[in-house]
């Protein structure tokens, strides 16, 4: 029954406490980022484009603008720079009025509105961009058989139904009988305002219900995803799989480096479990990257891009995991990288919009490194812009947790016995 003395044990008590903590936090932390969906989705930017400069198109804009259920609508800008936007994952929608749509309004013939989506995007933004294409639809359609919408329709065509009017009782025999009679012909030209009034509303209310059954959306994808759900997981599965692998090694490193240092030396230890993490990151990604061609399809240029892009990014995970490690003394710095690493796959943009997180989500997505290993795996598989930048800011990332870790060495460990958590890797 000596075995039993084991509960003496500071880390036995640890371990238990670090296994019931994760089935917390995995309910605690990944949950309340769902919340706020789908009426989080409002936050999502969404750009309006009226090519069309006539009262009809500037209407039609107008009313979309105040019906649509986005808090955030950019209407100045040109379809170039929101192309630009849209594949840089900074708005969600691209809802564009041709030029032509007036004249086609008032011919009679379909009215077209052009969609434009980045398939490359998280899960729910994907499930998301048809119901928000037949929501703006549907709102184009309600918004022109409003009385606003007649109005105006009956503001357009009233002048060119009077001058049609005018015209046609001018070249009449009646008008040159009349003309004799001003009298009559006062009536007679009272009596054709009140009819030209009376066929503008009746075309404005045709116009009106033609065009709301006439709206037909025009779909224009970019960075089109395979259809199979599991290429849009692929992004978020080995960045998952990298992060907690690099997360088990950096602090397991970091025990060593506790126990260790009485040996070789503070520094020479500290340099050596750095060297260890650098080479892990440029094996790990040949591993991964190899594991995830064989289960999904594409091209050899992919794959040695995001071969050297895991090798930065794993290398940036090993120094944030080792940074944070190194600061709460190895093991114990788990109570707080699990819930960390947790956050992190729900803010990594793949299943839930980066624009649709709130306050606290948003803010780990910036300040952790998943959003943008992510990110970029996304945009190096199926398409996105400015994958540079985030290699420049994992690179920016793991330069400050370097520094950190090399801060907290220096000012923490001067003891010159093993004690604690260092006696069992001394």
Known sequence: MKGFTIFKQPFVWLFMIIAIL???????????????LPSQTDQIPVAIINQD??????????????????????????????????N?????????????????????????????????????QNNMNKALISNATNTIADSVTTSKAKGMFAKVLGPQIATAAQQKFATSPAAAHLAQNPQAMAAAKQQMAAKVK??????????????????????????????????????????????LGTLLMSVLLVALFMGKRFTFG??????????????????LPFASVTTLRLLISFSGIAYWQLLGFNM??????????????????G?????????????????????????????????IANATPMYA??????????????????????IWFALFSFVIAVVAAAIGFKSTTPSGPAKIFA
């Open 22 to 36: 994760c089935s917390v936090f995995f309910s605690a932390c990944l949950l309340p980022a769902f919340h706020d």
């Open 53 to 86: 400069s006539s009262k009809v198109g500037k209407t039609v804009a107008n009313q979309l603008t105040g019906h649509l259920p986005f808090k955030h609508i950019h209407t100045g800008q040109s379809l170039t720079t929101s192309k630009r936007l849209l």
């Open 88 to 124: 840089n994952r900074q708005i969600g929608l691209i809802i564009r009025i041709p030029a032509t749509f007036s004249k086609d309004v008032m011919a009679g013939k379909t009215a077209h509105i052009h969609y434009y989506i980045n398939n490359a995007n998280g899960l729910v």
């Open 198 to 243: 009376q066929n503008t509303i009746a075309v404005a209310n045709k116009m009106s219900r033609s065009l709301a059954i006439g709206v037909m959306p025009i779909t224009h994808t970019s960075n089109t995803l395979p259809s199979r759900t599991s290429y849009q997981m692929a992004p978020m599965t080995i960045q998952m799989g990298t992060y």
């Open 266 to 283: 503070k520094w020479s230890t500290f340099l050596a479990t750095q060297c260890a993490g650098g080479i892990a990151a440029l094996i």
């Open 312 to 329: 930065i990014s794993t290398l940036t995970i090993f120094e944030f995991t080792y940074a944070i490690a190194i600061i709460f003394a």
């Open 331 to 363: 093991l114990p710095s788990m109570l707080l990288q699990i819930p960390l690493f947790i956050l992190q796959v729900v803010t990594g943009g793949i299943i839930v919009p980066h624009l649709a997180l709130n306050g606290f989500y948003s803010f």
């Open 373 to 394: 290993a992510m990110t970029g795996t996304q945009n190096i598989l199926f398409g996105g812009g400015q994958t540079g930048d985030l290699v420049i800011a994992l």
